[in-house]
């Protein structure tokens, strides 16, 4: 018999692994107060079953998948319901925390009893036909979840403690976003200065990796933006106040907080980021 899972919250991603584990014969819990009629109907399109505080912390394993400015505060809120019970489930923090961040988390996990799992989820939301995204997870208890394997889930295990995960996905996201930050930002430094044609001309002769990355990654990232800003925080934590390249991952956060605004105000700067990357994709 599958273990019991719970899976918060059901945002994109969050509803996509639900999905996943239903379709292998999971039955998945999740909690529905106070969320919106469209985040209802995402998670019954995803064949979650709401459920209670008491009933989400009776279940056997619990993955957190929330923005990572919320992470601690439910880690918080479960560790109060699982102190409760006799019962004690393993915790799957798959946020994108930095290291200082999930070892918080660990301490409040661990205190009520519980087991916790580093894990860092690296692609896009599982989609039928796919086998990703990667869900890498490290700390003493990481073994325990061995079973979501065996549930359409592509679990690797690092070999390291709490934090290790957390740390790929930091440098991993630092890298990756933080491209898709500087192409924005240079995009549209360029445009206000009439450069957009020549920029992308440039980059389709000599940097034709990048021309095709920035004609994806650019008009992916805008929705997104707002999810971005708390993240970049969290990676500039990872490096640390000292380091001078904190000051990079803090400017993106204002970045993608400033884009976030645009697409929610006027879109003037959206509308020549998504110019700009359409004419990328028709040079192809």
């Not at 918060?8 to 692994?17: E, F, L």
Request: proline residues 6%; aromatic residues 4%; contains cysteine.
């Amino acid at each position: 018999m599958p273990p019991s899972i719970a899976v918060i919250a059901p945002g994109a991603m969050g509803s996509a692994v639900a999905a996943r584990l239903v379709e292998h014969g999971c039955k998945v819990l999740t909690s529905l107060d106070g969320r919106s009629a469209a985040t209802r109907t995402r998670a019954a399109a995803a064949g979650m079953t709401a459920a209670s505080d008491a009933e989400i912390a009776g279940a056997d394993i619990i993955l957190s998948i929330v923005p990572p400015g919320e992470a601690l505060a439910l880690a918080e809120q479960l560790a109060t319901v699982i102190n409760r019970n006799t019962k004690k489930p393993v915790i799957v923090d798959c946020n994108a925390v930095n290291v200082e961040t999930i070892r918080r988390i660990a301490d409040i996990v661990l205190s009520s009893g519980a087991r916790l799992v580093d894990a860092a989820i690296i692609g896009l939301p599982p989609k039928p036909g796919t086998s990703g995204p990667a869900f890498h997870v490290s700390g003493e208890a990481a073994a325990d979840v061995a079973v979501l394997g065996q549930l359409g889930l592509d679990l690797r295990l690092i070999e390291g403690p709490i934090g290790a995960a957390s740390a790929l996905k930091m440098s991993y996201a630092g890298i990756n976003k933080g491209l898709t930050g500087l192409g924005a930002a240079m995009v549209l430094a360029a445009t206000r200065a009439g450069a957009a044609d020549a920029l992308r001309d440039e980059l389709a002769s000599s940097a034709p990796h990048i021309h095709a990355r920035l004609g994806n990654a650019l008009p992916d990232m805008l929705p997104k933006a707002y999810r971005w800003v708390a993240e970049m925080r969290e990676i500039a934590g990872f490096l640390g106040p000292e380091h001078p390249a904190a000051m990079i991952y803090e400017g993106f956060a204002r970045l993608f907080e400033h884009l976030a605004a645009d697409v929610q105000g006027q879109g003037t700067e959206a509308a020549q980021i998504v110019a700009f990357a359409e004419r990328c994709r028709a040079k192809k």
